[in-house]
């Protein structure tokens, strides 16, 4: 049993159990992973697919038993890797970042600025998507770290680390009626079109629900990806949209103006994501601290351990 054999066991899960995909993700040939995989199974004494002719379908019970003890030996295998990193360049390596556009936009750029200041000799990466693409990023081995607000799947094999809250505002062109009411109900919004910011394209809009538990039907004109992109429509006089308060910037946005919503929506928390277990390096932990301020390297560490940010003390987080 060897250690390539495991990852390209997780490749063709990740492919979606195509062996052709595995193998180009791999850079081997499909022979190659089909013998790989054969040799395994022949070790273990069971199959890990189940199979129709020469189409893998899906993994055995067995397999995904397998599946899950692969992905904990290759995820201390890297922890080795980093251990020596550590040992022999403590001060280089690589390491990759997956953000939300929120947080790669607004909330990175100060702390990336002195993460690169402190730490010359690594090699940052920044990957960009969606709450549950990052989390898939690391989950996959393809980014180290995610940052973002919660998905809308589970990854039992990532530990998420509350950080900061996400106050709502409504955003809205200056001069526009709304900014005569003093609190403006989900009524009162609902009156006008709404250029609805998504955290995905597929789903519905994350404030729908709110507006329908109370009776209402929001006008949503259009929606986008990018709060940035939602400013300029706002700003162009197309509607108005609902944002993180974080994305607003008095000094910038000159045409707009943003209207407090916190009586309205709830906060959004945003979290660093991990795999279990993984090695924390200082420069890591350097990262982790500048996000989720409060918390010391020992209790991160046990969240990382031992499996969650449950294990970390409960407190008040810092609000934007």
Sequence with gaps: MTLRQLRLLLEIVRQGNHISAAAEASHVSQPAVSKQIRLLEAELGFALFTRKRNQVLGLTDLGREVLEVARRMLADADNLRHIREDFVARDSGNFTIAATHTQARYLLPRIIERFVTRHPKIQLGLLQGNPTQICELVDAGEADMAIGTEGTRAFPNLVMLPCFELSQIV???????????????????????????????????????????????????????????????????????????????????TKLRAIDASHLFEPMTTFVSLRRNTYLRSYVLDIIQALATGFTPDEIGRAVKEGGAETLTRRTLPRF
């Design 171 to 253: 955003v809205v062109k200056a001069g526009h009626p709304l900014l005569k009411v003093k609190k403006p109900t989900l009524s009162e919004i609902a009156k006008y079109p709404i250029i609805a910011h998504r955290s995905n394209t597929a789903g519905p809009w994350r404030f729908s629900g709110i507006f329908e538990r109370g009776g209402l039907t929001p006008k949503v004109i259009s929606s986008a990806v990018d709060a940035d992109v939602c400013k300029i429509y706002v700003e162009l006089g197309l509607g108005i949209t609902i944002l993180s308060a974080v994305v607003f910037d008095r000094s910038r946005d």
